[in-house]
């Protein structure tokens, strides 16, 4: 099949294209840094020409709620009907387990609701795959804090997922039916996203002291079991522990 990935230079779209190729498949690359860009359009029809199915990987840049809303939105248009024009068969949208649970969460989460909600009242039929929090979440979300050596966090609950078992569960669902939602999609283990941060820190050779909070981007409204996969998950073979064995990559 000829495949298109949004987002092919990303952490996720890198994975799911050698994935795509892996398996035999014809993969085509969309970034703006290959030419095609989804805030505008440009290079996009061309792009997609004999396009069968395309998976949407992309992220955002760290910008307000209002401005994720809108990125998200401008992009998922403009794909979606370029997608309608060229034919394609089906839309697989990457998400995350749990927005639609709550109105809260940090910016990224008011941008990825919009996506789901265009995506499903779109002409394109769809996959939308929620997956939980990636291994290395924990150290990125440090990162938005990190000041002088010292970070907050939030002492969240997550059942983290290798990037790798994400990208391959994409590219298996984008070579088959469009599903509508499919299950919620994670690690085979709870983690306290504090000790995660902690573990990666250590095995990158960092030293941040971290401080557990509410107070900051992720907020007490995702405590508890908010953003954990529901009963009928798709388990993903890869821990924390043999992630961080491997180098935290």
Request: net charge negative; aromatic share 4%.
């Amino acid at each position: 099949m000829r495949i298109a990935v949004a987002g092919a230079t990303g952490n996720i779209g890198a994975r799911t294209v050698s994935f795509l190729e892996r398996d035999g498949h014809d993969a085509v690359r969309i970034s703006r840094s290959l030419g095609v860009d989804l805030l505008t359009g440009e290079g996009l029809d061309a792009a997609l020409h004999g396009v069968e199915a395309v998976v949407d990987a992309i992220s955002s840049p760290p910008v307000s709620a209002e401005e994720t809303r809108e990125y998200f939105g401008t992009t998922t248009r403009n794909l979606l009907a370029a997608e309608r024009r060229a034919g394609v068969r089906h839309h697989v949208l990457l998400s995350i387990v749990g927005i639609h649970r709550t109105s809260g969460g940090t910016d990224h989460y008011a941008g990825k609701r919009e996506q789901e909600r265009l995506v499903a009242e779109g002409h394109v039929p769809w996959t939308i795959v929620p997956a939980t929090q990636f291994h290395d979440f924990a150290v990125l979300a440090a990162g938005w804090t990190e000041r002088d050596g010292a970070a907050t966090i939030a002492p969240l609950l997550v059942q983290p997922i290798a990037p790798d078992d994400v990208a391959e569960v994409l590219a298996e669902i984008a070579a088959g039916a469009p599903q509508g939602r499919y299950v919620d999609v994670a690690g085979p283990e709870p983690q306290d996203l504090v000790d995660m941060a902690r573990r990666t820190l250590d095995v990158l050779g960092r030293t941040v002291t971290l401080i557990p909070t509410w107070s900051g981007p992720l907020g007490e409204e995702l405590a508890g079991n908010v953003l954990m996969p529901g009963d009928n998950a798709r388990i993903a073979p890869t821990t924390f522990d043999q992630w961080l064995a491997a180098g935290a990559r």
